[in-house]
Nanobody, 122 residues
Framework: VQLQASGGGLVQAGGSLRLSCAAS????????LGWFRQAPGKEREFVAA????????YYADSVKGRFTISRDNGKNTVYLQMNSLKPDDTAIYYC????????????????WGQGTQVTVSS
Protein backbone atom coordinates (compact mmCIF):
# COMPACT_ATOMS: atom_id res chain seq x y z
CA VAL A 1 0.00 0.00 0.00
CA GLN A 2 1.12 3.57 -0.69
CA LEU A 3 0.24 6.23 1.86
CA GLN A 4 0.32 10.00 1.50
CA ALA A 5 -0.15 12.25 4.50
CA SER A 6 -1.24 15.86 4.08
CA GLY A 7 -2.94 18.72 5.90
CA GLY A 8 -0.22 19.94 8.21
CA GLY A 9 0.56 23.57 8.85
CA LEU A 10 1.19 26.30 11.38
CA VAL A 11 -1.47 26.95 14.00
CA GLN A 12 -1.69 28.77 17.30
CA ALA A 13 -2.13 26.90 20.57
CA GLY A 14 -5.77 25.99 21.06
CA GLY A 15 -6.38 25.78 17.33
CA SER A 16 -7.32 22.85 15.11
CA LEU A 17 -6.03 21.01 12.07
CA ARG A 18 -7.26 18.02 10.11
CA LEU A 19 -4.73 15.65 8.62
CA SER A 20 -5.51 13.27 5.79
CA CYS A 21 -3.88 9.99 4.85
CA ALA A 22 -4.73 8.80 1.35
CA ALA A 23 -4.16 5.09 0.70
CA SER A 24 -3.69 3.36 -2.63
CA UNK A 25 -2.55 0.01 -3.95
CA UNK A 26 -4.39 -2.28 -1.56
CA UNK A 27 -7.93 -3.53 -2.15
CA UNK A 28 -8.82 -5.17 1.18
CA UNK A 29 -9.84 -3.26 4.28
CA UNK A 30 -8.84 -5.74 6.94
CA UNK A 31 -6.00 -3.81 8.51
CA UNK A 32 -5.28 -0.99 10.86
CA LEU A 33 -3.97 2.35 9.74
CA GLY A 34 -2.08 4.36 12.32
CA TRP A 35 -0.92 7.91 12.83
CA PHE A 36 2.46 8.53 14.43
CA ARG A 37 4.50 11.64 15.08
CA GLN A 38 8.11 12.54 15.57
CA ALA A 39 9.30 15.73 17.21
CA PRO A 40 12.87 16.98 16.75
CA GLY A 41 15.29 14.93 18.82
CA LYS A 42 12.63 12.48 19.94
CA GLU A 43 11.55 8.96 19.04
CA ARG A 44 8.64 8.44 16.70
CA GLU A 45 5.55 7.81 18.81
CA PHE A 46 2.08 6.37 18.37
CA VAL A 47 -0.83 8.81 18.14
CA ALA A 48 -3.93 6.93 16.98
CA ALA A 49 -5.06 3.95 14.91
CA UNK A 50 -8.23 2.73 13.29
CA UNK A 51 -9.28 -0.39 11.43
CA UNK A 52 -10.67 0.19 7.95
CA UNK A 53 -13.27 -2.52 8.58
CA UNK A 54 -14.67 -0.96 11.75
CA UNK A 55 -14.30 -1.25 15.48
CA UNK A 56 -13.16 1.16 18.13
CA UNK A 57 -10.17 3.36 17.40
CA TYR A 58 -7.06 3.54 19.59
CA TYR A 59 -5.46 6.66 20.99
CA ALA A 60 -2.33 7.60 22.87
CA ASP A 61 -3.13 8.98 26.32
CA SER A 62 -1.56 12.30 25.36
CA VAL A 63 -4.17 12.96 22.67
CA LYS A 64 -7.32 11.36 24.09
CA GLY A 65 -10.20 13.80 24.14
CA ARG A 66 -8.45 16.18 21.73
CA PHE A 67 -7.78 14.10 18.60
CA THR A 68 -10.25 12.03 16.61
CA ILE A 69 -9.32 9.46 13.99
CA SER A 70 -11.87 8.52 11.35
CA ARG A 71 -12.01 6.86 7.96
CA ASP A 72 -13.80 7.22 4.65
CA ASN A 73 -13.56 3.88 2.87
CA GLY A 74 -15.10 5.31 -0.27
CA LYS A 75 -12.24 7.79 -0.54
CA ASN A 76 -9.60 5.39 0.84
CA THR A 77 -8.68 8.12 3.30
CA VAL A 78 -8.12 8.22 7.04
CA TYR A 79 -8.36 11.52 8.87
CA LEU A 80 -6.92 12.84 12.09
CA GLN A 81 -8.90 15.75 13.50
CA MET A 82 -6.73 17.59 15.99
CA ASN A 83 -8.35 20.07 18.36
CA SER A 84 -7.04 22.05 21.33
CA LEU A 85 -3.55 21.82 19.92
CA LYS A 86 -0.58 22.41 22.18
CA PRO A 87 3.02 23.35 21.40
CA ASP A 88 3.97 19.81 22.50
CA ASP A 89 1.99 18.51 19.52
CA THR A 90 4.55 20.05 17.17
CA ALA A 91 6.02 17.23 15.08
CA ILE A 92 6.07 15.58 11.70
CA TYR A 93 3.00 13.37 11.47
CA TYR A 94 3.12 10.10 9.56
CA CYS A 95 0.58 7.48 8.64
CA UNK A 96 1.45 3.82 8.22
CA UNK A 97 -0.24 0.45 7.82
CA UNK A 98 -0.21 -2.21 10.49
CA UNK A 99 1.71 -5.43 9.85
CA UNK A 100 0.77 -7.35 13.02
CA UNK A 101 1.51 -7.22 16.71
CA UNK A 102 0.70 -4.40 19.10
CA UNK A 103 -0.87 -1.35 17.49
CA UNK A 104 1.19 1.22 19.35
CA UNK A 105 4.62 -0.03 18.32
CA UNK A 106 6.21 1.70 15.34
CA UNK A 107 8.09 -1.49 14.50
CA UNK A 108 4.77 -3.15 13.64
CA UNK A 109 3.89 -0.62 10.94
CA UNK A 110 5.16 0.00 7.42
CA UNK A 111 4.59 1.91 4.19
CA TRP A 112 5.76 5.11 5.86
CA GLY A 113 5.30 8.14 3.67
CA GLN A 114 7.02 11.50 3.87
CA GLY A 115 4.84 12.85 6.65
CA THR A 116 3.32 16.27 7.14
CA GLN A 117 4.66 18.99 9.42
CA VAL A 118 2.47 20.32 12.22
CA THR A 119 3.73 23.36 14.11
CA VAL A 120 1.84 24.77 17.09
CA SER A 121 2.92 28.18 18.30
CA SER A 122 2.41 29.36 21.87
Amino acid sequence: VQLQASGGGLVQAGGSLRLSCAASGRTDYNYLLGWFRQAPGKEREFVAAINWSGGSPYYADSVKGRFTISRDNGKNTVYLQMNSLKPDDTAIYYCADHRGGSYDNTANFGSWGQGTQVTVSS
